[in-house]
């Protein structure tokens, strides 16, 4: 890379790319503040027996030998690395209101996802990709005016 | 847990539950976010909108997985803008991403106290770069993502991202010095 090109990456990096709105950050905020009084149930390790089923493995090249297990493959960090991490949303059902132990109302949603995720070894160019299935029931409390 | 172990310069995210820990992070990596976003998408609010989605899906459910961060929410934001291509003109989105240029006024980069008239000569001749260079500036300059990284991401031979890197690198410098020559 010649002198030039130095000069100029310098003077490129030193351009402060726009900072996000005020608006922006309050909308992501908004997003993932907790939610007070929702209750939010995960059954993502009671779907797993389904997920042995669904598990995907993609080898270009042998990967080292690991214990069967519930839980995600444990690969040499050195070696495998996450590079991706999808969740697909396969089906979404509002089911109507329901009443809580207390009496409040409360209206219960149920979403279906696919979770994938992808290492990748950048030396020998082998990957694994990990799906699982994953339920999400949400009970949200509501209110009438 | 630490959850983002390899980027020197992430505040680390100590706890899971802490439900602020993610301004620190997003205060210092968000501005590039958002830039290498409004690479791939036609509007400052779909730049936004994919950002949002990206990194709302990462804290949410991906961030313990290790490796870059950084890097991992640039592979989902480059996803979402994909997505929303797709969903917005029913093209191949590899197409349609090779075709955008971004066309919203908003300004890429901040202004600076002084040499506004240099950063706009620059943003200008960034922005007519050919797409598929200018991505691979962004995300190196501004990304900081390494030119192997830079391959894995857009699939690409290693070679021809480095190719692609001097050939913006040139065109920038090009267009810059003409720019200079005729005031």
Not at chain 2, 20 to 47: E, I, V
């Amino acid at each position: 890379m010649d002198e030039d090109f130095q000069q100029l990456e310098a003077e490129l990096k030193r351009l402060r790319p726009l900072a996000p709105s005020h608006e922006f950050r309050a909308r992501l905020e908004r997003t993932l503040a907790p939610r007070p009084r929702a209750r939010l149930l995960r059954f993502s390790w009671v779907a797993l027996p389904i997920a042995a089923a669904v598990a995907t493995m993609l080898t270009l090249a042998p990967v080292p030998r690991r214990e069967k297990n519930s839980a995600p493959p444990q690969l040499p960090a050195a070696l495998f690395k996450p590079v991706a991490a999808e969740n697909v949303l396969i089906a979404s059902r509002d089911e109507g209101l329901v009443t809580l132990a207390d009496g409040t109302p409360a209206r219960r949603t149920r979403q279906s996802y696919v979770d994938t995720i992808t290492w990748k070894n950048s030396r020998t160019k082998a990957s694994l990709k990990w799906s699982v299935p994953r339920e999400e029931v949400r009970v949200v409390p509501v209110s009438f005016q | 847990m630490t959850l983002f172990r390899k980027t020197p310069n992430s505040p680390p995210m100590e706890d899971a539950h802490a439900d602020d820990s993610w301004k620190d992070w997003f205060a210092l990596h968000g501005p590039k976010l958002l830039l290498c976003a409004r690479q791939w998408t036609r509007s400052l609010a779909d730049a936004e909108d994919v950002v949002q989605d990206a990194f709302v899906r990462f804290w949410r459910n991906q961030r313990q997985l290790g490796g870059e961060p950084l890097a991992l929410v640039l592979t989902s934001i480059r996803r979402a803008s994909f997505d929303l291509a797709r969903r917005e003109f029913r093209r191949a989105a590899r197409e349609e991403l090779a075709e955008t240029r971004p066309d919203d006024a908003a300004p890429w980069f901040e202004t600076p106290l002084e040499g506004e008239d240099r950063r706009r000569a620059i943003e200008a001749a960034l922005r007519r770069l050919p797409a598929e260079q200018r991505e691979v500036l962004v995300l190196k300059i501004w990304g900081e993502l390494t030119f192997a990284q830079i391959a894995e991401k857009l699939d690409t031979p290693l070679n021809t991202v480095a190719s692609r890197y001097r050939y913006a690198l040139n065109a920038l410098r090009s267009e810059l010095t003409a720019a200079d020559c005729h005031g």
